[in-house]
RNA sequence: GCCCGGGUGGCGGAACGGUAGACGCGAGGGGCUUAAACCCCCUUGAGCCGAACACGGCUCGUGUGGGUUCGAAACCCACCCCGGGCACCA
């Protein structure tokens, strides 16, 4: 016997939808819960592993309603970018049409799972509504010096005559589409400044208590402070370059130099040098291999530049090398090798026939190669004897009086590159002119309209410029004739500043209202992959404190609480379109409905976790949803006795599951609910069985209704309703347990000899130690174990554990 | 290579220093049925011993090897394997 899941789930959707049951505004009479999933690629199909994520966001949302929260959960598109724009090239369907019929598409199975979203702050970041306010954040940025244009290279087919995207370089570095190998060309780019942000992100990061730890250590590591010194070197016969270096205390042990292969030196030094055929070819492949490549798995590689340094501190000449495994782009892109401390190092001077020598004295019984540790400074004339820290100070003292170096701070992070050569982005607002150079779209004209094409394919440049009426304008300073930028923006842009939009999504005078914000902000949750953790987050991070700083942004952080989940992997592989695996979730809730869907998802595995998909999981979930509505609508006739231990045993069950639930979505162990659903329903199968009565189980239905709603809202709302309950079950409280009451009265206690369980009793849950440990050593079994054997020690865990230690 | 995670039955997983395998899937057996489906009940980590119904017990077992602890899936060290990120997929 089944309910009629799709009449069912069809009501209850309409029933949401017509009472705008999750449409909100700010009441400052009660307290606020913002809570938002990230907004979506409009791909046009949700699957499975998509749903897994709104099954979480609206979990919540249920929840925290039912506990009084003002909640908000707005939903929205992040409609720009690569996708639609290839879908576009193939199809010869502009993106906007397209992706207007998948946000539609998607809407429809957005309303099916029976995801309470707030759909009246729906944005999407094509809707030139939005995409002004990018590019009026673009032109503050701008003005406050944190914009500017910078030589970049980037992925380049010569057949094609096109800028690729990373994803687009496959295998052997070729194009994906024709096979032809990948060139780098420079291109003057536009970046943001986002290193001038580096210390108050990475300080900041300290507070974000809760984010889960590994996304905080993530986001660290990736801003990668490092203290250090940066001092000039001289080359023997003229020229010097800067190297960073975070051991200045072992520079006694330099014994070579290595430049980047791109270091500006390098030609210099090379021509006319008898390695420099060598050296040309070297150059020449390191700068055709991506970044990944060169600090790759492998035998580091280098060649000899001929040429000679000097080191300043003991006037020994030593040899410069170019290896790839130095990037222009990290520190001053040369290095001071020290070997005896730096394992890379101590790899290419063994293979280069270098010399090594150490400058710490390792510790007793070191028998590995460079010794990272901490010791006594050697081999360092006036360092001698000095730890790490002492020495350091001491010789940036000397490299300061030398006035040849001083302490510097480094940071992995690099500035944020947003200009990308493709159509279907928002339009830079700047233009070109012969007379004045780079000027900004004056505020007024805001939004640069991103023009409709019909060739999408990039020729050399942004297909934009193809288009002569978007490109060609006159300059507002001069009236000259000017040209437009015609890259467009990074779509990390328009997710950088959306969950702000929200608070005010209709605004046409502002970006938002800061007092409306203020009322959200921040998100109380924030859900997302966890392949996010660093980019984005890091970028909404970053234009939320510039905002903040504008004054705009009523907080400094955007994400009060993170949550990243894992990913769903079907046929050995996470779900994606491109890697034609996805499940879509349609069948499921044809045959099964909605709520069995939600159940299974929220079952499939811990929430971080990536999780398997399981074909046979959905009808699992119904079979427990079609025993539940039976006990639910039970009439098998009630017995008039009066309250006894089966009442107790099963109110007291149902308490300690209010309890389990509460604490298990709090800590979001969400695959953990359920089954505490499963075990009560079960338990209520046998009390059915043995003279119910109908208080008890009037009780513990209603319990668990509660305790489902926010899981498979439709079911529990319709049998709610047919209780006979006159208030929608959204808007009950959440049940509250009594500790009294879901006190169990007797335990099981194992005891162990020596830590291996060799029997169980059954106890008082109040037993105190000393009862504890004498039940246990009169236990039969436990005195045979024994064996008249001293008891040396007896460990008493009182209700659960008796260990006696013994021989 | 660097940064961050993860390895537990046939499968997804539970157990956050104290009974390893909750719950579910799958499988097997039984009941209901003319039959099947649905539903209900039971069994289900491996090996072994004593019983000879369904009872009782032992040994091993959480990727591998060490360590800490009265006690380790959990903590520490080393290694192997898998996944995510590495700046133009988002």
Redesign the pocket.
């Known amino acids: 016997?089944s309910y009629d899941h799709l009449a069912i789930e069809a009501k209850w959707q309409d029933r949401w939808e017509s009472e705008k049951v999750f449409e909100v505004t700010e009441d400052p009479s009660k307290p606020k819960f913002y809570n938002v999933a990230m907004y979506p690629?409009p791909s046009g199909e949700l699957h499975v592993g998509h749903v897994r994520n709104y099954t979480y966001i609206d979990l919540i949302t249920r929840y925290k309603m039912m506990q009084g929260f003002n909640v908000l959960s707005p939903m929205g598109w992040?409609s720009f970018?690569?996708?639609a724009e290839n879908h576009a090239i193939e199809t010869g369907i502009h993106p906007k049409v397209s992706v207007a019929e998948q946000i539609e598409r998607m809407k429809v199975q957005f309303r099916r799972l029976g995801v309470g979203f707030d759909w009246s702050r729906e944005l999407a970041s094509h809707d030139p509504d939005y995409y002004r306010w990018d590019q009026w954040i673009f032109l503050e940025l701008w003005e406050k010096g944190l914009a500017y244009k910078a030589e970049a290279a980037?992925?380049w087919c010569p057949k094609d005559q096109t800028?690729?995207?990373?994803?687009?370089v496959v295998g052997d570095d070729v194009c994906e589409r024709c096979g032809t190998p990948v060139e780098k060309k420079m291109?003057s780019?536009w970046q943001f400044k986002i290193t001038e942000y580096a210390d108050e992100l990475l300080d900041a990061i300290d507070d974000l208590d809760d984010w889960p730890?590994?996304v905080r250590?993530?986001q660290r590591?990736?801003i990668g402070r490092s203290e250090g010194a940066t001092f000039t070197i001289q080359v023997d016969g003229g020229g010097s370059f800067d190297v960073f270096t975070t051991r200045p205390d072992t520079i006694f042990g330099m014994t070579f130099c290595v430049l980047a292969p791109e270091h500006p030196l390098v030609e210099e030094l090379i021509s006319g040098s008898e390695t420099e055929d060598e050296a040309r070819q070297y150059v020449s492949a390191a700068q055709r291999a991506s970044?990944?490549e060169r600090?790759?798995?492998g035998d580091k590689t280098g060649v000899f530049t001929g040429a000679y340094a000097i080191n300043p501190v003991n006037e020994k000449r030593v040899p410069v090398y170019i290896a790839d495994y130095v990037l222009m782009g990290y520190g001053t892109g040369a290095i001071m090798a020290v070997p005896g401390q730096d394992q890379r190092d101590w790899d290419f001077a063994t293979k280069y026939g270098i010399d090594i020598v150490r400058t710490v004295q390792p510790e007793e019984g070191f028998d590995g190669e460079a010794f990272l540790g901490d010791g006594p400074t050697i081999n360092s004339d006036f360092l001698d004897g000095m730890r790490q820290d002492e020495a350091k100070t001491k010789i940036i003292e000397w490299l300061a009086d030398q006035g040849i170096g001083e302490a510097t701070v480094q940071y992995?992070?690099?500035d944020w590159?947003i200009?990308?050569?493709r159509y279907w982005g928002c339009p830079i607002p700047m233009l070109n002119c012969d007379q004045c150079g780079l000027v900004p779209v004056p505020r007024d004209q805001l939004p640069v309209l991103l023009p409709d094409i019909e060739d999408y394919l990039p020729k050399g440049m942004s297909p934009l410029a193809a288009d002569d009426d978007f490109v060609n304008t006159t300059c507002p300073d001069c009236d000259g004739p000017a040209r437009r930028e015609t890259d467009t923006m990074?779509?990390f842009m328009d997710?950088s500043w959306y969950f702000l939009r929200y608070a005010d999504a209709h605004n046409d005078e502002v970006l938002f209202d800061t007092e409306k914000a203020r009322y959200w902000m921040p998100l109380d949750q924030y859900i997302g992959g966890?392949?996010?953790a660093?980019?984005h987050l890091l970028y909404a991070r970053f234009i939320t404190r510039f905002l903040y700083d504008l004054g705009l942004s009523p907080v400094q952080e955007p994400f009060q609480r993170m949550f990243t989940q894992g990913?769903l992997v079907h046929k050995g592989a996470?779900m994606s379109k491109s890697k034609g695996n996805v499940v879509p979730p349609d069948d499921y809730y044809d045959n099964h409905g909605a709520d069995a869907t939600r159940l299974f998802e929220l079952?499939?595995?811990?929430p971080t976790?990536?999780?398997?998909w399981?074909d046979?999981?959905v009808?699992?979930s119904k079979?427990?949803l079609?025993?539940f509505w039976k006990q639910a609508t039970w009439d098998g006739g009630w017995n008039a006795r009066s309250a006894d231990d089966r009442d107790r045993e099963i109110l007291g069950h149902a308490h300690r599951t209010v309890k389990k639930v509460t604490e298990d979505i709090e800590?979001f162990?969400f695959?953990?609910t359920?089954?505490a659903l499963?075990?009560l329903s079960?338990e209520l199968?046998s009390y059915l069985g043995d003279e119910p009565r109908e208080e008890t189980h009037g009780e513990v239905i209603e319990m668990m209704l509660k305790l489902l709603s926010p899981m498979a809202p439709h079911v529990s709302h319709e049998l709610w309703e047919r209780r006979g309950n006159e208030s929608m079950l959204a808007f009950e409280a959440w049940p509250s347990w009594d500790e009294e009451l879901a006190r169990e009265d007797t335990?099981?206690m194992?005891v162990?000899v020596?830590?291996?369980?060799?029997d169980?009793l059954e106890v008082e849950s109040d037993i105190d130690e000393a009862a504890a440990e004498a039940a246990a050593l009169a236990s039969e079994?436990i005195q045979a174990w024994l064996d008249g054997q001293e008891v040396r020690?007896v460990?008493t865990?009182p209700p659960?554990?008796v260990?006696v230690?013994i021989g």
């Open positions: 016997m690629y992040d970018g690569l996708n980037v992925n800028v690729l995207a990373n994803e687009q291109l780019q730890d590994r250590t993530m590591n990736w970044e990944i600090l790759a798995e992995r992070l690099r590159l200009s990308r050569q990074d779509t997710s966890v392949e996010h660093i980019l990913m996470k079952f499939v595995g811990p976790d990536d999780a398997v399981n046979s999981g009808s699992g079979r427990f079609d025993r800590r162990r695959n953990t359920v089954p499963m075990t079960n199968q335990v099981t194992i162990q020596n830590g291996k369980v060799r169980r079994k020690r460990i865990r659960n554990l260990n230690v």
